[in-house]
Protein backbone atom coordinates (compact mmCIF):
# COMPACT_ATOMS: atom_id res chain seq x y z
CA UNK A 1 0.00 0.00 0.00
CA UNK A 2 1.40 3.70 -0.61
CA UNK A 3 2.07 5.78 1.75
CA UNK A 4 -0.72 8.61 2.04
CA UNK A 5 1.13 11.93 0.52
CA UNK A 6 1.27 15.33 2.85
CA UNK A 7 2.22 18.44 2.03
CA UNK A 8 5.71 19.26 2.41
CA UNK A 9 6.54 19.62 5.89
CA UNK A 10 6.32 23.65 7.01
CA UNK A 11 4.26 24.47 3.88
CA UNK A 12 0.68 24.75 4.77
CA UNK A 13 -2.78 24.60 3.24
CA UNK A 14 -5.01 27.13 3.77
CA UNK A 15 -8.40 25.85 3.80
CA UNK A 16 -12.23 27.07 4.49
CA UNK A 17 -12.97 27.93 7.02
CA UNK A 18 -9.41 29.40 8.02
CA UNK A 19 -8.98 30.72 4.40
CA UNK A 20 -11.80 33.28 5.20
CA UNK A 21 -9.67 35.34 7.59
CA UNK A 22 -7.11 35.49 4.79
CA UNK A 23 -9.42 36.75 2.21
CA UNK A 24 -10.40 39.44 4.77
CA UNK A 25 -6.80 40.36 5.66
CA UNK A 26 -5.84 41.04 1.76
CA UNK A 27 -8.67 43.09 1.53
CA UNK A 28 -7.72 45.05 4.34
CA UNK A 29 -4.17 45.64 3.04
CA UNK A 30 -5.37 46.40 -0.44
CA UNK A 31 -8.03 49.17 0.66
CA UNK A 32 -5.31 49.95 3.14
CA UNK A 33 -2.47 50.26 0.19
CA UNK A 34 -5.25 52.17 -1.73
CA UNK A 35 -5.32 55.26 0.88
CA UNK A 36 -1.65 55.22 0.77
CA UNK A 37 -1.65 55.64 -3.01
CA UNK A 38 0.39 52.63 -3.21
CA UNK A 39 -0.04 50.90 -6.41
CA UNK A 40 0.26 46.72 -7.07
CA UNK A 41 3.22 44.42 -8.53
CA UNK A 42 3.80 41.05 -9.20
CA UNK A 43 6.71 39.47 -9.82
CA UNK A 44 7.42 35.79 -10.54
CA UNK A 45 7.36 33.57 -7.74
CA UNK A 46 11.36 32.14 -9.59
CA UNK A 47 13.94 34.36 -9.79
CA UNK A 48 17.53 33.92 -10.75
CA UNK A 49 19.63 32.26 -8.35
CA UNK A 50 21.93 35.04 -8.85
CA UNK A 51 19.44 37.91 -8.11
CA UNK A 52 19.37 37.03 -4.34
CA UNK A 53 23.26 35.90 -3.82
CA UNK A 54 23.67 39.53 -5.55
CA UNK A 55 21.55 41.20 -3.66
CA UNK A 56 20.82 40.06 -0.03
CA UNK A 57 24.61 38.74 0.16
CA UNK A 58 26.78 36.19 0.14
CA UNK A 59 26.87 35.05 4.11
CA UNK A 60 23.31 36.19 4.93
CA UNK A 61 21.23 33.35 6.92
CA UNK A 62 18.87 33.48 3.68
CA UNK A 63 21.47 32.67 1.17
CA UNK A 64 23.74 30.68 3.17
CA UNK A 65 20.99 27.92 4.41
CA UNK A 66 17.39 28.74 3.69
CA UNK A 67 17.08 29.12 -0.24
CA UNK A 68 15.14 26.79 -2.31
CA UNK A 69 17.87 26.95 -4.74
CA UNK A 70 17.84 24.07 -8.17
CA UNK A 71 19.12 23.20 -11.54
CA UNK A 72 15.84 24.00 -14.16
CA UNK A 73 16.58 20.67 -15.37
CA UNK A 74 15.51 21.20 -18.77
CA UNK A 75 18.31 24.11 -19.79
CA UNK A 76 20.22 24.10 -16.56
CA UNK A 77 19.47 27.59 -15.44
CA UNK A 78 20.01 28.02 -11.42
CA UNK A 79 17.30 29.33 -10.06
CA UNK A 80 15.24 29.73 -6.71
CA UNK A 81 12.05 30.09 -5.01
CA UNK A 82 11.84 34.00 -3.72
CA UNK A 83 12.52 34.10 -0.26
CA UNK A 84 11.74 37.63 -0.08
CA UNK A 85 10.42 40.20 -2.80
CA UNK A 86 12.33 43.39 -2.57
CA UNK A 87 15.17 42.03 -4.82
CA UNK A 88 12.34 40.56 -7.45
CA UNK A 89 10.32 44.30 -6.85
CA UNK A 90 13.83 46.47 -7.61
CA UNK A 91 15.14 43.49 -10.76
CA UNK A 92 11.53 44.47 -11.99
CA UNK A 93 12.15 48.25 -11.52
CA UNK A 94 15.10 48.15 -13.31
CA UNK A 95 13.85 45.86 -16.25
CA UNK A 96 10.81 47.76 -17.15
CA UNK A 97 12.57 51.49 -16.25
CA UNK A 98 9.61 52.07 -13.96
CA UNK A 99 11.02 55.19 -12.36
CA UNK A 100 11.84 56.81 -15.78
CA UNK A 101 9.18 59.74 -14.92
CA UNK A 102 9.17 59.61 -10.96
CA UNK A 103 9.39 57.79 -8.34
CA UNK A 104 6.48 54.80 -7.28
CA UNK A 105 5.32 53.65 -4.73
CA UNK A 106 4.22 49.67 -5.12
CA UNK A 107 2.74 47.22 -2.88
CA UNK A 108 3.11 43.23 -3.61
CA UNK A 109 1.39 40.12 -1.50
CA UNK A 110 2.56 36.57 -1.75
CA UNK A 111 4.18 33.49 -1.06
CA UNK A 112 7.60 33.25 -0.29
CA UNK A 113 9.98 30.22 0.43
CA UNK A 114 12.99 29.66 3.37
CA UNK A 115 13.97 26.14 4.33
CA UNK A 116 14.17 26.74 7.80
CA UNK A 117 13.35 24.90 11.20
CA UNK A 118 9.24 25.07 11.11
CA UNK A 119 7.74 26.00 14.40
CA UNK A 120 4.95 28.73 15.61
CA UNK A 121 5.24 31.64 13.19
CA UNK A 122 8.01 30.19 11.39
CA UNK A 123 7.26 28.02 8.29
CA UNK A 124 9.04 27.19 4.84
CA UNK A 125 6.47 28.72 2.94
CA UNK A 126 4.66 32.14 4.53
CA UNK A 127 3.00 35.14 3.06
CA UNK A 128 4.35 38.68 2.83
CA UNK A 129 2.68 41.96 2.50
CA UNK A 130 5.17 44.52 1.68
CA UNK A 131 5.76 47.85 0.53
CA UNK A 132 8.56 49.67 -1.53
CA UNK A 133 8.62 53.04 -2.29
CA UNK A 134 11.63 53.27 -5.39
CA UNK A 135 13.09 56.95 -5.75
CA UNK A 136 12.54 58.56 -2.91
CA UNK A 137 15.35 59.71 -0.66
CA UNK A 138 13.47 60.38 2.35
CA UNK A 139 13.30 60.26 5.17
CA UNK A 140 9.71 61.57 4.98
CA UNK A 141 8.80 58.32 2.72
CA UNK A 142 10.39 56.03 5.54
CA UNK A 143 8.15 57.70 7.80
CA UNK A 144 5.27 57.12 5.40
CA UNK A 145 5.89 53.68 5.57
CA UNK A 146 6.27 53.31 9.36
CA UNK A 147 2.98 55.35 9.46
CA UNK A 148 1.19 52.41 7.11
CA UNK A 149 2.53 50.44 9.69
CA UNK A 150 0.92 52.03 12.53
CA UNK A 151 -2.23 52.77 11.05
CA UNK A 152 -2.73 49.19 10.03
CA UNK A 153 -2.44 47.82 13.86
CA UNK A 154 -5.09 50.77 14.50
CA UNK A 155 -7.36 50.05 12.34
CA UNK A 156 -7.32 46.51 12.93
CA UNK A 157 -7.74 47.39 16.76
CA UNK A 158 -4.30 46.07 17.50
CA UNK A 159 -2.19 46.23 20.62
CA UNK A 160 0.94 45.44 21.97
CA UNK A 161 3.31 46.31 19.18
CA UNK A 162 6.28 48.53 19.70
CA UNK A 163 8.23 49.89 17.02
CA UNK A 164 12.50 49.85 17.18
CA UNK A 165 14.02 52.22 14.89
CA UNK A 166 17.63 52.31 13.97
CA UNK A 167 19.99 53.78 11.69
CA UNK A 168 22.83 51.97 9.91
CA UNK A 169 24.25 54.47 8.33
CA UNK A 170 26.23 54.84 4.96
CA UNK A 171 28.87 52.41 3.65
CA UNK A 172 31.82 54.11 4.61
CA UNK A 173 31.00 54.58 8.22
CA UNK A 174 29.97 51.04 8.48
CA UNK A 175 33.29 50.24 6.88
CA UNK A 176 35.10 52.34 9.79
CA UNK A 177 32.31 50.78 12.49
CA UNK A 178 33.09 47.63 11.50
CA UNK A 179 36.48 47.65 11.77
CA UNK A 180 36.21 48.81 15.57
CA UNK A 181 34.08 45.93 16.23
CA UNK A 182 36.09 43.37 14.60
CA UNK A 183 39.12 44.72 17.07
CA UNK A 184 36.94 45.14 19.56
CA UNK A 185 35.30 40.69 19.08
CA UNK A 186 38.85 39.51 18.28
CA UNK A 187 39.96 40.90 21.69
CA UNK A 188 37.23 38.95 23.59
CA UNK A 189 37.79 36.13 21.12
CA UNK A 190 37.52 33.78 24.12
CA UNK A 191 34.01 35.28 24.52
CA UNK A 192 32.54 34.09 21.20
CA UNK A 193 30.03 31.71 20.32
CA UNK A 194 30.54 29.03 16.63
CA UNK A 195 28.41 31.26 14.83
CA UNK A 196 29.84 34.69 16.48
CA UNK A 197 33.55 33.15 15.39
CA UNK A 198 32.32 32.71 11.85
CA UNK A 199 31.03 35.61 11.57
CA UNK A 200 33.51 38.07 12.60
CA UNK A 201 35.61 38.62 9.40
CA UNK A 202 32.49 38.09 7.11
CA UNK A 203 29.49 40.05 8.68
CA UNK A 204 30.26 41.01 12.04
CA UNK A 205 27.32 43.13 12.56
CA UNK A 206 25.00 40.35 12.78
CA UNK A 207 27.21 39.26 15.45
CA UNK A 208 25.08 42.25 17.55
CA UNK A 209 22.14 40.40 16.49
CA UNK A 210 22.51 37.28 18.34
CA UNK A 211 20.32 35.42 20.62
CA UNK A 212 23.08 33.79 23.00
CA UNK A 213 22.27 35.07 26.76
CA UNK A 214 25.97 34.24 26.95
CA UNK A 215 27.30 37.20 24.81
CA UNK A 216 24.71 39.40 26.19
CA UNK A 217 26.88 41.18 28.18
CA UNK A 218 29.91 41.28 25.19
CA UNK A 219 27.95 42.99 22.86
CA UNK A 220 26.43 45.42 24.81
CA UNK A 221 29.97 46.65 25.39
CA UNK A 222 30.66 47.17 21.49
CA UNK A 223 31.38 49.85 19.93
CA UNK A 224 27.78 51.87 18.88
CA UNK A 225 27.29 52.00 14.99
CA UNK A 226 25.99 55.33 15.72
CA UNK A 227 29.04 56.88 17.15
CA UNK A 228 30.25 56.45 13.90
CA UNK A 229 27.64 58.17 11.68
CA UNK A 230 28.35 61.72 10.25
CA UNK A 231 26.17 64.84 9.47
CA UNK A 232 24.19 63.56 6.97
CA UNK A 233 23.18 59.95 8.08
CA UNK A 234 22.37 62.01 11.74
CA UNK A 235 20.75 64.56 9.62
CA UNK A 236 18.14 61.40 7.85
CA UNK A 237 17.72 59.91 11.31
CA UNK A 238 17.08 62.89 13.04
CA UNK A 239 14.60 63.55 9.94
CA UNK A 240 12.75 60.37 10.72
CA UNK A 241 12.68 61.00 14.06
CA UNK A 242 10.91 64.42 13.92
CA UNK A 243 8.32 63.48 12.13
CA UNK A 244 7.30 60.30 14.02
CA UNK A 245 7.62 62.87 17.21
CA UNK A 246 5.36 65.37 15.86
CA UNK A 247 2.77 62.31 14.92
CA UNK A 248 3.05 60.91 18.52
CA UNK A 249 4.21 57.82 16.91
CA UNK A 250 5.92 56.15 20.18
CA UNK A 251 9.14 53.81 18.72
CA UNK A 252 12.78 53.05 20.85
CA UNK A 253 15.56 53.39 19.27
CA UNK A 254 17.92 49.77 19.24
CA UNK A 255 20.85 49.97 18.63
CA UNK A 256 21.40 46.42 18.01
CA UNK A 257 18.68 46.20 15.13
CA UNK A 258 21.07 45.11 11.96
CA UNK A 259 18.86 43.54 9.80
CA UNK A 260 19.22 39.87 8.08
CA UNK A 261 19.97 41.76 4.37
CA UNK A 262 23.15 43.15 3.47
CA UNK A 263 21.61 46.08 1.07
CA UNK A 264 20.03 48.11 3.66
CA UNK A 265 21.48 51.35 4.41
CA UNK A 266 20.20 54.32 6.96
CA UNK A 267 16.84 53.97 8.30
CA UNK A 268 15.90 50.26 9.69
CA UNK A 269 12.99 49.15 11.69
CA UNK A 270 10.90 46.86 12.94
CA UNK A 271 7.60 46.47 14.61
CA UNK A 272 7.55 43.51 17.62
CA UNK A 273 5.34 41.92 19.98
CA UNK A 274 5.93 39.75 23.20
CA UNK A 275 2.50 38.19 22.31
CA UNK A 276 3.94 35.69 19.69
CA UNK A 277 6.65 33.43 21.48
CA UNK A 278 9.84 33.16 19.90
CA UNK A 279 8.70 34.99 16.02
CA UNK A 280 7.93 37.99 17.43
CA UNK A 281 8.54 40.49 14.65
CA UNK A 282 5.58 41.43 12.80
CA UNK A 283 7.01 43.40 10.21
CA UNK A 284 10.41 44.60 9.56
CA UNK A 285 12.32 46.82 7.00
CA UNK A 286 14.50 50.03 5.90
CA UNK A 287 16.52 51.60 3.34
CA UNK A 288 18.32 50.23 1.02
CA UNK A 289 19.62 52.97 -1.00
CA UNK A 290 22.64 50.96 -2.99
CA UNK A 291 20.68 47.98 -3.77
CA UNK A 292 19.40 49.40 -7.33
CA UNK A 293 23.43 50.00 -8.62
CA UNK A 294 24.62 46.85 -6.55
CA UNK A 295 21.85 44.59 -9.12
CA UNK A 296 23.06 46.65 -12.15
CA UNK A 297 20.82 49.43 -12.31
CA UNK A 298 21.02 53.15 -11.99
CA UNK A 299 21.65 54.31 -8.50
CA UNK A 300 18.44 54.54 -7.00
CA UNK A 301 17.44 55.44 -3.42
CA UNK A 302 14.77 53.54 -2.04
CA UNK A 303 13.04 52.27 1.27
CA UNK A 304 10.70 49.29 1.90
CA UNK A 305 9.50 47.26 4.33
CA UNK A 306 7.52 43.54 4.59
CA UNK A 307 5.22 42.33 6.52
CA UNK A 308 4.87 38.00 7.97
CA UNK A 309 0.92 37.81 7.86
CA UNK A 310 0.91 34.60 9.34
CA UNK A 311 2.30 35.94 12.30
CA UNK A 312 -0.27 38.94 11.86
CA UNK A 313 -3.13 36.40 11.69
CA UNK A 314 -1.91 34.74 14.99
CA UNK A 315 -1.52 37.62 16.50
CA UNK A 316 -4.94 38.73 15.49
CA UNK A 317 -6.07 35.63 16.83
CA UNK A 318 -4.59 36.20 20.18
CA UNK A 319 -6.34 39.29 20.26
CA UNK A 320 -9.58 38.13 19.26
CA UNK A 321 -10.01 40.44 16.46
CA UNK A 322 -10.53 38.11 13.72
CA UNK A 323 -14.13 38.70 12.35
CA UNK A 324 -17.52 36.69 12.48
CA UNK A 325 -17.66 34.45 9.68
CA UNK A 326 -20.73 36.14 7.53
CA UNK A 327 -23.21 33.22 5.99
CA UNK A 328 -24.36 33.58 2.42
CA UNK A 329 -27.72 35.86 2.35
CA UNK A 330 -29.78 33.39 1.18
CA UNK A 331 -29.79 29.36 1.60
CA UNK A 332 -31.94 27.57 -1.55
CA UNK A 333 -33.97 24.42 0.08
CA UNK A 334 -34.64 22.21 -2.86
CA UNK A 335 -37.07 19.15 -1.58
CA UNK A 336 -37.26 17.36 -4.55
CA UNK A 337 -34.02 16.96 -7.01
CA UNK A 338 -36.36 16.58 -10.23
CA UNK A 339 -36.93 20.59 -9.80
CA UNK A 340 -33.26 21.26 -10.36
CA UNK A 341 -33.72 23.49 -13.56
CA UNK A 342 -36.20 25.94 -11.92
CA UNK A 343 -34.06 26.16 -9.09
CA UNK A 344 -31.20 27.18 -10.56
CA UNK A 345 -33.21 29.47 -12.59
CA UNK A 346 -34.47 31.07 -9.42
CA UNK A 347 -30.45 31.17 -7.71
CA UNK A 348 -29.67 32.75 -11.08
CA UNK A 349 -31.79 35.81 -10.55
CA UNK A 350 -31.07 35.99 -7.36
CA UNK A 351 -26.90 36.08 -8.18
CA UNK A 352 -27.32 38.34 -11.24
CA UNK A 353 -29.43 41.01 -8.63
CA UNK A 354 -25.90 40.49 -5.98
CA UNK A 355 -27.41 38.21 -3.52
CA UNK A 356 -25.06 35.25 -2.12
CA UNK A 357 -26.53 32.26 -2.56
CA UNK A 358 -26.26 29.10 -1.33
CA UNK A 359 -27.84 26.32 -3.01
CA UNK A 360 -28.47 23.08 -1.74
CA UNK A 361 -27.39 20.47 -3.63
CA UNK A 362 -27.98 16.09 -3.78
CA UNK A 363 -25.48 14.75 -2.32
CA UNK A 364 -24.19 10.81 -2.44
CA UNK A 365 -27.09 10.60 0.24
CA UNK A 366 -30.26 12.18 -1.73
CA UNK A 367 -31.70 15.23 -1.33
CA UNK A 368 -32.32 15.16 2.40
CA UNK A 369 -35.25 16.24 4.20
CA UNK A 370 -36.76 19.57 4.58
CA UNK A 371 -36.51 19.33 8.17
CA UNK A 372 -32.24 18.59 7.59
CA UNK A 373 -32.14 21.13 5.19
CA UNK A 374 -33.67 24.39 7.28
CA UNK A 375 -31.01 23.24 10.34
CA UNK A 376 -28.10 23.55 7.63
CA UNK A 377 -29.98 26.60 6.14
CA UNK A 378 -29.71 27.77 9.95
CA UNK A 379 -26.20 26.74 10.38
CA UNK A 380 -25.15 28.69 7.30
CA UNK A 381 -25.80 31.92 8.64
CA UNK A 382 -27.79 32.96 5.79
CA UNK A 383 -30.81 35.38 6.43
CA UNK A 384 -33.28 33.48 4.38
CA UNK A 385 -34.63 30.85 2.92
CA UNK A 386 -35.79 30.50 -0.38
CA UNK A 387 -38.06 27.29 -0.01
CA UNK A 388 -38.55 25.78 -3.70
CA UNK A 389 -41.60 23.25 -3.02
CA UNK A 390 -43.30 21.76 -5.23
CA UNK A 391 -46.55 23.52 -4.91
CA UNK A 392 -44.93 26.86 -5.11
CA UNK A 393 -42.58 26.10 -8.53
CA UNK A 394 -46.06 24.77 -10.10
CA UNK A 395 -47.22 28.41 -9.15
CA UNK A 396 -43.62 29.85 -11.00
CA UNK A 397 -43.06 30.77 -7.47
CA UNK A 398 -40.58 30.46 -4.52
CA UNK A 399 -41.52 30.92 -0.96
CA UNK A 400 -39.40 33.06 1.24
CA UNK A 401 -38.80 32.68 4.96
CA UNK A 402 -36.88 34.99 7.24
CA UNK A 403 -34.34 32.75 9.29
CA UNK A 404 -33.54 35.42 11.71
CA UNK A 405 -37.41 35.50 13.02
CA UNK A 406 -38.88 33.06 15.13
CA UNK A 407 -40.94 30.33 13.46
CA UNK A 408 -44.42 31.35 12.86
CA UNK A 409 -44.25 34.88 14.20
CA UNK A 410 -43.38 35.67 10.82
CA UNK A 411 -45.79 34.93 7.14
CA UNK A 412 -43.83 33.38 4.90
CA UNK A 413 -43.72 35.56 1.49
CA UNK A 414 -44.31 34.02 -1.97
CA UNK A 415 -42.53 35.65 -4.93
CA UNK A 416 -42.21 35.21 -8.80
CA UNK A 417 -39.54 33.38 -10.07
CA UNK A 418 -38.87 36.06 -12.48
CA UNK A 419 -39.73 39.01 -9.51
CA UNK A 420 -36.77 37.45 -7.90
CA UNK A 421 -34.16 39.96 -8.47
CA UNK A 422 -36.73 42.92 -7.85
CA UNK A 423 -37.76 41.14 -4.66
CA UNK A 424 -33.47 41.12 -3.69
CA UNK A 425 -33.02 44.49 -4.22
CA UNK A 426 -36.14 45.50 -2.38
CA UNK A 427 -34.07 43.94 0.52
CA UNK A 428 -31.25 46.21 0.06
P1 LIG B 1 13.26 36.51 11.63
O1 LIG B 1 14.27 37.27 12.39
O2 LIG B 1 12.00 36.22 12.39
O3 LIG B 1 13.83 35.30 10.95
P2 LIG B 1 13.68 37.99 9.22
O4 LIG B 1 14.54 39.13 9.61
O5 LIG B 1 14.28 36.80 8.56
O6 LIG B 1 12.80 37.51 10.46
P3 LIG B 1 12.45 39.46 7.06
O7 LIG B 1 13.23 38.81 6.01
O8 LIG B 1 12.72 40.85 7.44
O9 LIG B 1 12.47 38.53 8.36
O10 LIG B 1 10.90 39.30 6.69
C1 LIG B 1 9.91 40.22 7.11
C2 LIG B 1 8.85 39.53 7.92
O11 LIG B 1 8.41 38.34 7.29
C3 LIG B 1 9.30 39.07 9.28
O12 LIG B 1 9.29 40.14 10.19
C4 LIG B 1 8.25 38.04 9.63
O13 LIG B 1 7.06 38.67 10.06
C5 LIG B 1 8.01 37.41 8.29
N1 LIG B 1 8.79 36.16 8.16
C6 LIG B 1 10.11 36.02 7.87
N2 LIG B 1 10.46 34.72 7.82
C7 LIG B 1 9.33 34.01 8.09
C8 LIG B 1 9.02 32.62 8.16
N3 LIG B 1 9.93 31.68 7.92
N4 LIG B 1 7.74 32.26 8.48
C9 LIG B 1 6.80 33.18 8.70
N5 LIG B 1 7.02 34.51 8.62
C10 LIG B 1 8.26 34.93 8.32
MG1 LIG C 1 14.90 34.92 9.20
Not at 321 to 331: H, I, K, N, R, T
Request: with cysteine; aromatic share 8%.
Amino acid sequence: MSKTLQAVKGMNDIAPPHSANWEWLESVLREMAQGYAFRNVRTPIVEPTGLFVRSLGEVTDIVEKEMYAFEDKLNGEALTLRPEATASVVRAAIEHNMVYDGPKRLYYMGPMFRHERPQRGRYRQFHQFGLEALGFAGPDVDAELIFFASDLWQRLGLQGIELQINSLGQPPERAQHREALIAYLSAHADQLDEDAKRRLHSNPLRILDTKNPAMQALVDGAPRLMDYLGEASLAHFQGLRDILDANGVAYTINPRLVRGMDYYNLSVFEFVTTQLGAQGTVCAGGRYDGLFAQIGGKPTPAVGWAMGMERLLELLKEQSLLPELAGPDCFVVVPDAGSAAVVAQACRQLRLAGAQVHMHAGGADGQGSMKSQFKRANASGARWAIVCGQDELAAGQVAIKDLRVADGSVEQVRVDITRLGDWWREQA
